[in-house]
C-alpha cells in the first residue's frame, strides 16, 4: 500500500515537472516540456525511490527505479499538450491600428475568429481547434493569459475541458491545439467553447464541427 502511495506521489510530481517545459513567451515547446518533464521526473522518482528501496532492504535500486518510472510519467506529461501553439500575428502598434485604439478606451480583450478543421470527420479522428484573438491595453507590457475550450454536444460535456496559460504581450495572436474526437462519439453537431481570461479582461466565442 506504501509503495503505491509513493509510486502515485512521483507521477504527480513529474507532471508538475512537465510543465517546466511550458514556454512563458506565447509557445509551447513539446521537445523542451518532454525533457523539463524527463529530468524533473527522474530526480523526483530517485528520491522517492530511495525511500522505497529503503523499506524493501535496496536503497539503490529504489532509486534506480524511481528514476525510471519518473522520467516516463514526465515523458508522457510533457506530450499532453504537445501541439498546442499560440504565436503572435500582429504587434501592438498593428493591433492598436486595426482596431483604432487609443490608451484613453482602456482594456481590451476580444476573439475575432474560432474555427475547427476539419469541419466534419469521424470518431477517433483529431480536429485541430483555431481562435484568434486580441488583447489591448493603455501599456505594452506582457500579461497572464489563460486559453480555455470546452466540447460539448446537446449540452453535455465530451471529455475534459483544455486550459493553458500563456504570458502575452499586447497584439493579436493565432492559438490552435488539438482535439481527438472520442472512438464512441455520436454523430451531430459539437460545439466548442472558447475563452481568453486576463486580468484586462474576458472575451467568449463559439465554433462547431460534425461528427459523422
Given at each position: 500500500m506504501l509503495i503505491r502511495k509513493m509510486v502515485a506521489f512521483v507521477v504527480v510530481l513529474s507532471m508538475?515537472?512537465?510543465?517546466?517545459?511550458?514556454?512563458?513567451?506565447?509557445?509551447?515547446?513539446?521537445?523542451?516540456?518532454?525533457?523539463?518533464?524527463?529530468?524533473g521526473g527522474a530526480a523526483t522518482g530517485a528520491?522517492?525511490?530511495?525511500?522505497?528501496?529503503?523499506?524493501?532492504?535496496?536503497?539503490?535500486?529504489?532509486a534506480w527505479a524511481g528514476a525510471a518510472s519518473g522520467a516516463v510519467a514526465g515523458l508522457v506529461g510533457g506530450y499532453l499538450y504537445a501541439e498546442?501553439?499560440?504565436?503572435?500575428?500582429?504587434?501592438?502598434?498593428?493591433?492598436?491600428?486595426?482596431?483604432?485604439?487609443?490608451?484613453?478606451q482602456g482594456y481590451v480583450v476580444n476573439i475575432s475568429e474560432a474555427t475547427v478543421s476539419p469541419?466534419?470527420?469521424?470518431?477517433?479522428?483529431?480536429?485541430?481547434?483555431?481562435?484568434?484573438?486580441?488583447?489591448?491595453?493603455?501599456q505594452n507590457t506582457p500579461t497572464t493569459v489563460t486559453l480555455y475550450r470546452e466540447v460539448r454536444k446537446d449540452?453535455?460535456?465530451?471529455?475534459?475541458?483544455?486550459?493553458?496559460?500563456?504570458?502575452?504581450?499586447?497584439?493579436?495572436?493565432?492559438?490552435?491545439?488539438?482535439?481527438?474526437?472520442?472512438?464512441?462519439?455520436?454523430?451531430?453537431?459539437?460545439?466548442?467553447?472558447?475563452?481568453?481570461i486576463s486580468s484586462y479582461g474576458t472575451a467568449e466565442r463559439v465554433s462547431y464541427f460534425t461528427v459523422m
Open positions: 508538475v515537472a512537465a510543465l517546466g517545459g511550458c514556454a512563458t513567451n506565447g509557445y509551447y515547446d513539446p521537445a523542451r516540456s518532454a525533457g523539463a518533464g524527463a529530468l528520491a522517492i525511490g530511495s525511500i522505497i528501496g529503503a523499506a524493501t532492504g535496496s536503497p539503490a535500486t529504489g498546442h501553439q499560440n504565436r503572435q500575428r500582429a504587434s501592438y502598434a498593428q493591433a492598436q491600428q486595426q482596431y483604432n485604439y487609443s490608451p484613453s469541419a466534419t470527420l469521424r470518431a477517433g479522428q483529431q480536429a485541430h481547434l483555431f481562435m484568434t484573438y486580441t488583447i489591448l491595453a493603455p449540452g453535455q460535456l465530451v471529455g475534459q475541458p483544455y486550459q493553458t496559460t500563456v504570458n502575452n504581450y499586447p497584439g493579436t495572436y493565432t492559438d490552435q491545439v488539438g482535439y481527438v474526437v472520442p472512438g464512441n462519439a455520436l454523430p451531430g453537431t459539437y460545439t466548442v467553447t472558447n475563452r481568453v
